[in-house]
């Protein structure tokens, strides 16, 4: 009696055995892919063995039909897109009889398929407030971050190319490109070309996503337009408030008011270097006025901002057109060019209108002078 039994269970054990091999081996022949599906789709895709066969998705009552092509790929119009946890079953069917069938659900949009200035990780744009914006056509360069692990390459115009690197920020994002280049050289304006970038996984290369940005079309703040002085007060003051810097620049103009450590308030507005020049060894400061126009400065000292702003009524140099003004370090008294600096601010008048204003610091050293004919200033 015990060695039937014995015999018994051997026979049962090898069906058992047979048949789940079996299982094994159709249920490899049946197997379904389905792609990901994610909150910004409107098609289901994916792959199966059979081909020319019908595939059924059901999204909750509704029900949507499509067949595989010759490779076995399929896709399926859901007509709209869906909330994230939506169920979607996916079944393919040989003749009447089901095949294989496979339930997914709706993922949310990961950080590298979202547009990058609408998604919360990835941001593309200029520098200052045009940060995470699409960028304009005046636009020299831009930032792209992309996540750990990623790298980036974008394109833009028949000859402009940029690869971004693979990233190591902590945060888990990291820069990709900072500046657009042509042929090697740097500082090149996007223009009017459609700017393309393509994602790729840094593990196995894989292409995870590629999109296209067409630049936004801004006008530019030409030399002679005269600066809005009501709007540069609000802005300046938000800026002694807060300490937050305010940057509109666009192109080659540029419209920047930040702290510039214990000097107080800095700012450049309108285009930098084209009404006058600066030349600065700490010996001396010498500025010629360029370009028709007559520059206003005041001076302080003790390194600090924190003196008047200059004016056709009331500052402490005119320069006329084409002239030019040297200061040296032996105009100053000891203790007033505190960090061997001269802070000064220049307003720029054109025509009767304020075309540029700056704040700024040159080198210069107390108690120096040009006559002193011993000093090697490189």
Request: with cysteine; hydrophobic share 30%.
């Amino acid at each position: 009696m015990k060695k039937s039994v014995k015999k018994i269970f051997i026979v049962i054990t090898m069906i058992t055995l047979m048949l789940c091999c079996g299982v094994t081996t159709q249920a490899k022949a049946k197997k379904l892919k389905v792609n990901a599906v994610y909150t910004n789709a409107k098609k289901v895709r994916g792959t199966t063995r059979l081909k020319k066969a019908k595939v059924v998705a059901k999204v909750g009552k509704k029900t949507y039909k499509t067949r595989s092509n010759r490779k076995g790929k399929y896709t399926i119009n859901i007509k709209k897109k869906r909330k994230k946890g939506t169920k979607i079953k996916v079944t393919v069917y040989r003749k009447k009889k089901v095949y294989a069938k496979k339930n997914v659900k709706v993922k949310a949009v990961p950080w590298y398929m979202k547009k990058p200035f609408k998604g919360h990780k990835a941001a593309i744009g200029g520098t200052g407030e045009s940060l995470g914006k699409v960028p304009n056509q005046y636009d020299k360069e831009f930032t792209f971050y992309v996540k750990k692990g990623y790298q980036a390459i974008f394109t833009y115009g028949k000859y402009h190319h940029s690869e971004g690197g693979i990233n190591t920020g902590k945060s888990g994002n990291g820069q990709a490109f900072d500046s657009l280049t042509s042929k090697g050289k740097d500082g090149v304006a996007v223009g009017n070309r459609k700017i393309k970038i393509k994602v790729y996984r840094h593990e196995d290369n894989k292409l995870v996503d590629s999109y296209s940005i067409t630049p936004r079309k801004i006008k530019q703040p030409g030399k002679t337009d005269e600066i809005n002085y009501t709007q540069f007060l609000k802005d300046y003051e938000k800026v002694k408030k807060t300490g937050k810097e305010i940057d509109r620049s666009i192109g080659d103009y540029s419209y920047h008011i930040d702290i510039l450590g214990r000097y107080g308030v800095c700012y450049t507005i309108g285009h930098p270097g084209y009404y006058y020049d600066v030349s600065a060894n700490g010996v001396h400061v010498k500025i010629t006025a360029l370009h028709g126009a007559t520059l206003y400065i005041t001076v302080g000292a003790k390194a600090s901002f924190n003196f008047s702003e200059p004016s056709p009524d009331k500052y402490d140099v005119m320069i006329k057109p084409g002239k030019t003004y040297k200061w040296e370090g032996a105009d100053f008294k000891e203790g007033e060019l505190i960090d061997n600096n001269l802070c000064r601010k220049v307003y720029a008048y054109k025509n009767g209108k304020l075309v540029y204003m700056a704040a700024n610091i040159d080198y210069l050293i107390q108690g120096f002078s040009d006559n002193d004919k011993w000093i090697i200033v490189n």
